[in-house]
């Protein structure tokens, strides 16, 4: 079967296509570049440079005639959501919505959205935190990723659509773009290589679940070719580990007796998360496999290579 990957020249994107292409399946990629990358591409995939909101997306259906779709493609700086809900929308609900109508109206039944379950949450006293929770997100990126997780049941029963949303922990590991504000570990890899001070937001004890993106492109594809019809699915590890866990994991392998450096809160940022992945288990058969230090490390070991 025929794969598209929307932003598959990105960070999770690019191991979603590598995955899919050891398999041996046909695979196009529509990225846009603004944060993907040629160098990720795999080359065994077809590349097709666009947007998910523009002309191109509707031609790659209506020519490539993909029968499934994970869709990855976003806007994905939670801080960029809260200084431009409108931008962000834009993207993440606008072009969101542009691929699940195309795969309605060109027999695409097969959608695997990456939603949220870092930002889809909020702050909640249940954690480990599981898909049946009340979802109460503090920012508008994670607001659009529940607007289209509810697209996606609309599409379902109305169209057929058989949809997977897939309620990523914090992603982490190599090819992540250290350039942004998004990616902790990618932007403190980055600053410990080049000397620069790797400053802890307020007081570091704020906890995430940090998945490997190796086990997070596993979840999509086990989800894309299960033969469950649909289904909502975290992909986390089950474990809170704070920002100052993480910083010292880092430092001992990229530059150590560095010391934490401290500033100030980010506004409005969310205190905890913390994903329940049973269920994903059950029905998916998939359990996260790189523990929180080793992953780390090997992330560490990759930027340094790239620095070299």
Same mark, same amino acid.
């Given at each position: 079967m025929k794969v598209l990957v929307t932003g598959g020249a990105g960070f999770i994107g690019s191991h979603v296509v590598d995955r899919l292409v050891a398999e041996g399946r046909p695979v196009a990629v529509l990225d846009n570049l603004s944060t993907g990358r040629m160098e990720n591409l795999n080359p065994q995939a077809e590349f097709f440079e666009g947007d998910i909101g523009g002309d191109l997306c509707d031609t790659l259906f209506h020519e490539w005639k993909p029968e499934s779709v994970i869709h990855l493609a976003a806007q994905i700086d939670v801080r960029q959501s809260v200084r431009d809900p409108l931008g962000d929308a834009r993207t993440n609900i606008l072009g969101s919505l542009r691929v699940l109508q195309n795969a309605v109206e060109h027999g695409c039944r097969r959608v695997v959205f990456a939603s949220t379950g870092g930002a889809i949450y909020g702050d909640t006293d249940l954690r480990p935190t599981p898909e049946s929770a009340e979802c109460s997100p503090v920012s508008p990126y994670g607001v659009t990723k529940l607007a289209i997780e509810k697209y996606l049941h609309f599409y379902r029963?109305?169209?057929?659509?058989?949809?997977?949303?897939?309620?990523?922990? *914090?992603?982490?590991?190599?090819?992540? *773009?250290?350039?942004?504000?998004?990616?902790?570990?990618?932007?403190?890899?980055?600053?410990?290589?080049?000397?620069?001070?790797?400053?802890? *937001?307020?007081?570091?004890?704020?906890?995430?679940?940090?998945?490997?993106?190796?086990?997070?492109?596993?979840?999509?594809?086990?989800?894309e070719a299960s033969a469950v019809d649909?289904?909502?699915? *975290?992909?986390?590890?089950?474990?809170?580990?704070?920002?100052?866990?993480?910083?010292?994991?880092?430092?001992?392998?990229?530059?150590?007796?560095?010391?934490?450096?401290?500033?100030?809160?980010?506004?409005?940022?969310?205190?905890?998360?913390?994903?329940?992945?049973?269920?994903?288990?059950?029905?998916?058969?998939?359990?996260?496999?790189?523990?929180?230090?080793?992953?780390?490390?090997?992330?560490?070991?990759?930027?340094?290579g790239k620095e070299s």
């Open positions: 029963v109305e169209h057929g659509l058989r949809p997977m949303a897939m309620r990523f922990g *914090n992603v982490y590991g190599p090819r992540q *773009n250290p350039h942004g504000e998004a990616g902790v570990v990618a932007i403190f890899c980055r600053r410990m290589l080049a000397g620069q001070p790797a400053v802890i *937001n307020g007081d570091g004890l704020q906890t995430r679940d940090y998945v490997h993106v190796e086990d997070v492109a596993r979840a999509c594809v086990l989800a649909h289904g909502i699915f *975290n992909v986390g590890t089950g474990i809170e580990k704070n920002v100052v866990d993480l910083f010292r994991v880092l430092r001992d392998e990229l530059d150590p007796g560095r010391e934490e450096a401290f500033g100030p809160a980010a506004v409005g940022e969310q205190r905890t998360s913390c994903l329940d992945w049973s269920h994903t288990k059950q029905v998916l058969g998939w359990s996260p496999q790189r523990g929180f230090d080793e992953g780390l490390r090997d992330t560490a070991r990759w930027f340094r």
